[in-house]
């Protein structure tokens, strides 16, 4: 498995601008490079990455997507004098041109393909392009929206042809539609398309009828093509995790690209003068997190828009750590998407039913024509931020914590065989046996062998070390995973812990303690016990059943049910206990402890059978590197996984707000 994080930039980028008065480009500025890379040095990320330099797209490069009619208009800027740069400019919608235009056009490009070859070639895991003039708005013989060579669609192109890859995913998250990578992949069903845009029943710019919904490509590549139309401005964390929860992620997941380009605009962030959107930048570490997991972690990210130096720079900071590995701050807000927001996604889902297997069985109907002609209540806009930088500035200091010094604490026999990531750290303190006996007066003595007793007691230091942020996370290894959980909840919720969540794989004789306060929610995977329901909000069953031979279909149920109520408890600690695995395999686990580490700050605790070896040492790679494996390959989920979990969640959405999706 490829490690490491590529990252270009080059100052060269900034030698161009607009040189003529209009509001409509202005915003546009060389600084918005020059920020965003002095922020990564800032956080001491740039050194931690492996900078690539840049170099010149190639004409036979460009003309992969472009005209050469248009690659000549471009050309034929060099020379121009500010006269003929405007009137040239003036052909195209919302373009500029500057006698450098072509050659930073050209690099932007080059640097592109750079990450692209470093990522394709295993050199790097992942990598983001700082580049600018940015992309996605461009045609192939268009200028448009600021954007000259586009980017991202000639980075498709060039991976399928130089790498033979046969299925791309693009994920244009730039607050503008990226009409321009829609038209060129359009009828290809190798590149599967999402964006999600301002659009606001059309009056948005680039005010197209094609941006909506409904636009869902063409011939062969029809179900390819996913527009998440926004109608309201002020969309923020949770409308845009519901969006990936409930349009990107199943069909991605079902689509199982072997590359992920992401079209990263940061206009879509809070305090952008164009988007008016309120996302904050955690929540764009959380895109990434999530995207990391598909195509073996082969993920680009691409600078599109952005236009508030201090938002831009924050999200790209956001981008690059977790692209690294660090952990994922916490997201902030109210975890409840917005009427509009689901409207929007109702649609989109409604739209793509026929196409993918994750919506086929899923009972959406289109939401009313009048609720979305801008009917609906107006979005209450989370208190009005006055001054951005201020909040940011404050707002940063709040969610970043110091990483922990050590990621991955194990509790286990001193001698064992297991086969470990050097992030594993072995639990070496030891209490007495009298301080432990009195931690564990609840437990009647005859269920404490002294293996026992020695394990739970080490888990009570290590315990300690997590919720003191010594450690990220933390494995134990149990003779009786049923007891340990049990003790680690409550010695959890004994050290302040306000919200724990509990995933339980397999049948285990004794659940711990739930409280019904709040303070804990817990889900059962059970193996092939007939569990006995107790209805309350804060016990849930998922009943999954499936041989994973060729391709596993649990995402679906982390996306539909899993991720969605985690989102919502937004956890402070997590526990995930595996006894017996019958129900899902080992990989499936591996992916479910991977995402449940975009919670909680990555505070989380396995504790697993002492003999599931091969899980052992998966998950331990997984809790210390947090991207070290490729979990798919995945299939479309059978008609009855998808009507069981519907009928699960009918209850539960009502309380547990990111399990909607569907506007009512
Ligand atoms: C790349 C990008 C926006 C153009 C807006 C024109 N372009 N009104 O964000
Ligand atoms: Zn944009």
Known sequence: ??????????????????????????????????????????????????????????????????????????????????????????????????????????????????????????????????????????????????????????????AKSKYNVQRILIVDWDVHHGQGIQYIFEDDPSVLYFSWHRYEHGSFWPNLRESDYDSIGKDKGAGYNINLPWNQVGMGNADYIAAFFHVLLPMAFEFNPELVLVSAGYDSGIGDPEGHMCATPECFAHLTHMLMHLAGGKLCMILEGGYHLR?????????????????????????????????????????????????????????????????????????????????????????????????????????????????????????????????????????????????????????????????????????????????????????GSERLFIVIIGDVDRKPEITNDGKTLCVTIPGDKILERAYSQYQAFLKWQESPHEGSSFFYALFRFLLPLAYSYQPDFIILAIERIKSIGTKDIALLTSLLQGLSDGALLTVITETEEETIETLSNVLADSASMSFGPYRPPDKECVESLTVELTDLQTKWRMLQCLAK
């Open 1 to 158: 498995m490829s490690s490491g994080t590529a990252l270009v930039y080059d100052e060269e980028m900034m030698s161009y601008r607009l040189l003529w008065d209009d509001p409509e480009c202005a915003i546009e500025v060389p600084e918005r490079l020059s920020c965003s890379y002095k922020r990564l040095q800032d956080y001491d990320l740039v050194n931690r990455c492996v900078q690539l330099p840049v170099r010149e797209a190639t004409e036979e490069e460009i003309t992969l997507v472009h005209s050469p009619e248009y690659l000549d208009v471009v050309k034929s800027t060099q020379t121009m004098d500010v006269d003929e740069l405007k009137k040239t400019s003036k052909k195209y919608i919302a373009a500029y041109f500057h006698q450098n235009s072509y050659r930073c056009a050209k690099l932007s490009l080059g640097g592109t393909l750079q990450v692209v070859d470093a990522v394709m070639s295993g050199d790097v895991r992942n990598g983001m392009a700082l580049i600018r003039p940015p992309g996605h708005h461009s045609q192939q013989s268009e200028s448009n929206g600021f954007c000259v060579f586009n980017n991202v669609a000639v980075a498709a192109e060039y």
């Open 311 to 495: 938002c831009l720079s924050e999200c790209v900071s956001m981008t690059v750590r977790t692209l690294l590995g660090d952990p994922v701050p916490r997201i902030s807000g109210e975890m409840k998407p917005c009427h509009s927001a689901l409207e929007s996604i109702q649609n989109a889902r409604h739209a793509h039913s026929p196409y993918w297997k994750c919506l086929l069985h899923d009972e959406t109907r289109l939401v009313q024509e009048i609720s979305t002609k801008g009917l609906s209540a107006p979005k209450p806009l989370i208190a009005e931020v006055a001054n951005v930088d201020e909040f940011l500035e404050n707002h940063m200091k709040k969610i970043l914590h110091p990483k922990p010094p050590i990621t991955t604490l194990l509790v286990a026999p001193a001698e064992n065989t297991l086969h470990l990531h050097g992030g594993v750290q072995l639990e070496e303190d030891t209490v007495t046996t009298e301080q432990a006996t009195n931690a564990l007066s609840v437990f009647t003595q005859d269920q404490l062998n002294e293996n026992l007793l020695n394990s739970v007691s080490k888990m009570l230091l290590a315990l300690h070390k997590l919720v003191h942020r010594k450690t990220r996370n933390c494995i134990t290894l149990s003779s009786n995973v049923s007891l340990s959980t049990a003790v680690a909840s409550q010695q959890l919720l004994a050290l």
